[in-house]
């Protein structure tokens, strides 16, 4: 176990106590609390193991500082989808330790939504409620509106970047560039702005057609989705007695019978239609926007290879910036990122740029 995979085990402990200590409901912030005392148990395990004073490094990274900088100021759903994610290389660090120690696997170390589950069960018969909350929370953040964002500027630098490059290597950096990245700006927005607000609408639209034909099919076939639901409940280990006499308790009620046979049979959970997709376009356009004007703002003060040279400059700057901020959720080293998007940011453009220059010359 490596200091930094103990390092992963700190700070998801650090924020699981940061998700307890701002969470109202007593019962999910005591399921919290629980968490994060037991990664701070595998942490002094791994710890021990490698000889280390766990006290004198059980310390946050600046990356889970920064989570819980971003909790307080936009919530801590944000935090749980990262922490989440967290857990995935958690598991896998412990299972290579396992294996290399050749331990046995319990099967815990690759589920953190069982782990969550055992330790509702043992504090409350409200278990399902719990763990459904829990679930709809990961998925409403699992997309990640930060992830979206650092993605979506990532991609409007990138794409602009390479343009600008490309004119300029044609050009010499002359005005043009300039009239170029601000058309590549706004047209790459407004794509990305219409792509999302099409995937966004389409999708509800479809889900919104499914449930209306299976609302049709309980008005007019109401024993036959009563069977259904009761085929649903089998599957789920009922007995066929006790599922039939749930199923024909549940049809009763037809609205509570089409939430289910929505959710069981459709797989649509119907807080995702919630989402608006004028919202997520308006966000695309502007995240895409936010990358896409750094290579072209000097620009409007210069022109020739000192605009390209600031262009460059400011560039490879937002680049590492995004490459660091994807350590937020992947947990790689800083430095290692942040360089290897300025890497492939810069080669893109310097091919682009060269294409630019041999097309030019050959206008020329």
Do not use: C
Not at 10 to 25: C, G, H, P, R
Not at 183 to 203: P, R
Not at 266 to 286: D, M, P, R, V
Request: proline share 1%; aromatic share 8%; charged share 20%.
């Amino acid at each position: 176990m490596s200091n930094h995979a103990i390092q992963t085990e700190i700070d998801a402990s650090y924020l699981y106590q940061k998700l307890a200590e701002n969470e109202s409901d007593e019962l999910i912030a005591h399921v919290y609390a629980q968490m994060s005392a037991i990664e701070k148990s595998h942490a002094e395990a791994f710890a021990l193991k490698e000889n280390i004073n766990l006290e004198s490094i059980f310390k946050p990274s600046w990356r889970a500082k920064t989570l819980n900088t971003i909790g307080k100021i936009f919530g801590y759903d944000y935090v749980l989808g990262t922490l989440m994610d967290t857990e995935k290389s958690i598991s896998n660090a412990v299972i290579k330790t396992k294996k290399e120690h050749k331990l046995e696997l319990t099967g815990t170390e690759t589920n953190h939504v069982k782990i969550l589950r055992s330790i509702v069960e043992k504090d409350s018969k409200r278990a399902g409620a719990y763990i459904s909350k829990f679930e709809s929370r990961h998925r409403s953040v699992g997309g990640n509106a930060i992830r979206a964002a650092v993605l979506g500027g990532n991609d409007g630098l990138v794409s602009n970047f390479s343009l600008v490059m490309g004119i300029a290597g044609a050009t010499a950096g002359g005005s043009g560039v300039l009239i170029a990245g601000l058309a590549g700006m706004l047209a790459g927005a407004l794509s990305m702005s219409l792509g999302e607000w099409i995937s966004v609408k389409s999708s509800q639209e479809l889900y919104e057609n499914q449930m209306e034909i299976e609302m049709e099919e309980l008005e007019t076939n109401p024993e036959g989705e009563r069977q259904e639901l009761a085929l649903i409940y089998m599957t789920k280990g009922i007995e066929e007695k006790q599922a039939q006499a749930m199923a024909t308790e549940v049809m009763k009620d037809k609205t509570h019978a089409h939430e289910i046979l929505v959710k069981e049979e459709l797989g649509i959970n119907a807080e995702e239609l919630q989402g608006s997709a004028t919202e997520a376009a308006i966000y695309s356009f502007l995240l895409f926007t936010i990358g896409a004007i750094i290579p072209v703002l000097p620009f409007f003060f210069t022109t020739g290879f000192s605009a390209i040279a600031f262009s460059v400059a400011g560039s490879a700057v937002g680049l590492f910036i995004i490459g660091a901020a994807i350590t937020l959720f992947t947990g790689k080293n800083v430095w290692y990122s942040g360089f290897r998007q300025v890497f492939f940011g810069l080669a893109a453009a310097a091919i682009t740029y060269g294409i630019g220059h041999v097309v030019g010359i050959a206008i020329a």
